[in-house]
């Protein structure tokens, strides 16, 4: 099979090269796309410093479960409250002498949304004593799944 590269009768040829403009192109791409930055969504949580000394005597204080459901619920130490009343718990854990740790345990299925607006009360109450209980079990679940 032959290739055509114009006339044989010595005339210029008149359709333009676009082998080298496509190329040119998929490389432009190829760098847009390696350039696009990870897409994160994050929920930003000033977390408290630790304490590098150790009180000599460690008392044990209450500690208090939030968790949050499927069914968009929040539950307070096992008692369904709403946003309101967890603004007024938060108040008062915080002005205890001994702040009690806050423990956030969401369901798997609980809305990202409801967690989010969560976190948010959470923060802009100032509780100090804050973790997130629950994440071991979902160590593995991407694994097996």
Same mark, same amino acid.
Not at 56 to 80: M, S
């Given at each position: 099979?032959? =290739?055509?590269?114009?006339?044989?009768?010595?005339?210029?040829?008149?359709? =333009?090269? =676009?082998?080298?403009?496509?190329?040119?192109?998929?490389?432009?791409?190829?760098?847009?796309?390696?350039?696009?930055?990870?897409?994160?969504?994050?929920?930003?949580?000033?977390?408290?410093?630790?304490?590098?000394?150790?009180?000599?005597?460690?008392?044990?204080?209450?500690?208090?479960?939030?968790?949050?459901?499927?069914?968009?619920?929040?539950?307070?130490?096992?008692?369904?409250?709403?946003?309101?009343?967890?603004?007024?718990?938060?108040?008062?854990?915080?002005? =205890?002498?001994?702040?009690?740790?806050?423990?956030?345990?969401?369901?798997?299925?609980?809305?990202?949304?409801?967690?989010?607006?969560?976190?948010?009360?959470?923060?802009?109450?100032?509780?100090?004593?804050?973790?997130?209980?629950?994440?071991?079990?979902?160590?593995?679940?991407?694994?097996?799944?």
């Amino acid at each position: 099979m032959a =290739m055509s590269g114009g006339k044989d009768d010595g005339a210029p040829m008149m359709e =333009m090269n =676009m082998t080298p403009l496509i190329d040119v192109l998929l490389v432009l791409l190829i760098m847009f796309i390696i350039t696009i930055p990870v897409a994160t969504h994050a929920v930003n949580i000033d977390l408290p410093a630790p304490d590098p000394t150790p009180p000599d005597v460690i008392v044990e204080p209450d500690k208090n479960k939030l968790v949050l459901t499927q069914t968009d619920e929040i539950l307070w130490n096992g008692n369904a409250i709403n946003q309101g009343q967890l603004v007024t718990l938060l108040q008062q854990s915080t002005q =205890m002498s001994v702040e009690p740790e806050l423990q956030f345990e969401p369901e798997p299925l609980a809305s990202y949304e409801l967690a989010a607006r969560v976190l948010q009360v959470i923060k802009a109450s100032g509780v100090t004593k804050f973790g997130f209980v629950g994440n071991e079990r979902y160590r593995t679940f991407g694994a097996s799944g």
